[in-house]
């Protein structure tokens, strides 16, 4: 089955950049599903970020598009997250997760997650 | 802005049948899926396009979508279903979750 795992640094000051990987496995990252990124605040709900398709398409949530960029290496079968200018507000575990393209969109396979805090 | 709402918390005696809710504007015109969240766990996909279950996830959750509202059903509810739940929906190509519903088996 779908394996895919975040890395990243765990720790960031405020204003700084977090940079993000999805390493994906079992599956080939062009073989028609989308990588969304979600995250979710300590003791919050899950909010989702965005998501791309292998070719290079981006759907964004608009509260967050001014500050992300999300990109993939099908190559490397992984895919990227870049949020600029973190705040405290930031601070959440961070998910990747496969999305079926079309028909709901729906996320079927989910990485562990991975904490960032942002502190100073 | 698109908007799912749950309710906050939903309560079950074991074995009987909880039903969560899952609101929002002409929501049955749209695929609704929903994923369980145990604690210090990932999401799990329970439901996807309102009423499929997906390989491994127990007959006892059943899905429907109508109107404006989406239901996710546990028959015979298990201890083990105690959880967070959260829908899903998409629309004008952005994802939506609905605010989650803590569901307690007591």
């Known amino acids: 089955q779908a394996q895919l795992q975040e890395s990243g640094p765990g720790l960031m000051k405020p204003s700084e950049t977090l940079s993000l990987t999805c390493a994906v496995s079992?599956?080939?990252?062009?073989?028609?599903?989308?990588g969304g990124w979600i995250r979710q605040p300590p003791g919050k709900g899950l909010e989702w970020i965005g998501s791309?398709?292998?070719?290079?398409?981006?759907y964004c949530n608009p509260s967050l598009k001014s500050r992300v960029t999300i990109s993939v290496d099908t190559s490397k079968n992984q895919f990227s997250l870049k949020l600029n200018s973190v705040t405290a507000a930031d601070t959440a575990v961070y998910y990747c997760?496969?999305?079926?393209?079309?028909?709901?969109?729906?996320?079927?396979?989910w990485g562990q997650g991975i904490l960032v805090t942002v502190s100073s | 802005s698109y908007e799912l709402i749950q309710p906050p918390s939903v309560s079950v005696s074991p074995g009987q049948t909880a039903s969560i809710t899952c609101s929002g504007d002409?929501?049955?015109?749209?695929?609704a899926s929903w994923y369980q969240q145990k604690p210090g766990q990932s999401p799990v996909l329970v439901i996807y396009?309102?009423?499929k279950r997906p390989s491994g996830i127990p007959e006892r959750f059943s899905g429907s979508n109508s109107g404006n509202t989406a239901t996710l059903t546990i028959s015979g509810t298990q201890a083990l279903d105690e959880a967070d739940y959260y829908c899903?929906?998409?629309?004008?190509?952005?994802?939506?979750f609905g605010g989650g519903t803590k569901l307690t088996v007591l």
């Open positions: 997760a496969r999305q079926k393209d079309g028909s709901g969109y729906y996320f079927d396979y």
């Open positions: 079992n599956y080939s990252i062009s073989s028609g599903y989308y």
């Open positions: 791309i398709y292998h070719s290079g398409s981006t």
């Open positions: 002409k929501l049955g015109d749209r695929f």
């Open positions: 396009q309102d009423r």
């Open positions: 899903q929906a998409w629309d004008s190509s952005t994802v939506i």
